[in-house]
């Protein structure tokens, strides 16, 4: 298996790193074992210190991202029609189908932005959306937006953490990934705070 967060360091100085921040971003938008994250982190610590271009890490990592994307959602359309078969009216799976098919409808775009920065979340989101055959141009716009907000956070939180400790390589990395795990964590109380169905309190009787 790749070292992906090795192979970034030892090209930090090299054009080739925006390649592999490409390609890694790209791989993790379907496959939870690539660790993207901290890889874009690294990329962004040694920003601060003008190795690396924070402009081109973040529209690289974008790009891969965004394309990277497009994969779950499209094995959803493609088995969309033969899942939807499995699923009787009247059964759960169905019922959960088109819960999910009417959530996408009234907050596609929260859902989509929010489950970018939730690693299991967005590869269960990404692959349910094209499942429910949710429009091509609709997606395309969510998480194009999705992709540059999650690229632009993790890179900067690099950035920070060197601009905070350019003395200090390993605790800027530190520093970065810890507040990408904050920030994350707060994004999914937030997501599961407003998933939460409402509950309005009985009227007293006269």
Known sequence: ???????????????????????VSFLD???????SEPVVIVAGVYAATGQT???????ATTLGAFLGDLVPYSVGRLLGARVLKRM????????????????????????????????????????????????????????AFATASWSTYTALTGYLGGVLFQENTLLAMAVGIGLAFVVTGFIE??????????????????
């Open 88 to 143: 009787p009216p009247g059964s759960k799976r169905r019922a959960a189908h088109d819960w999910f098919a009417r959530e996408l409808d009234a907050r596609g775009g929260f859902i989509l932005v929010t489950t970018r920065f939730i690693p299991v979340g967005r590869y269960l989101a990404t692959l349910s959306t094209g499942l429910v055959d949710y429009p091509l141009g609709k997606y395309a716009m969510f998480v």
């Open 189 to 206: 109380v937030v997501r599961r705070v407003r998933a939460k169905p409402v509950t309005s309190s009985p009227r007293p009787r006269p």
């Open 53 to 59: 271009n924070i402009v081109l890490v973040v529209a």
């Open 29 to 35: 938008s379907f496959l939870p074992l690539i660790p």
């Open 1 to 23: 298996m790749i070292d992906w967060l090795r192979l970034a360091e030892t090209l930090i100085s090299s054009p080739w790193l925006y390649a592999v921040l490409a390609a």
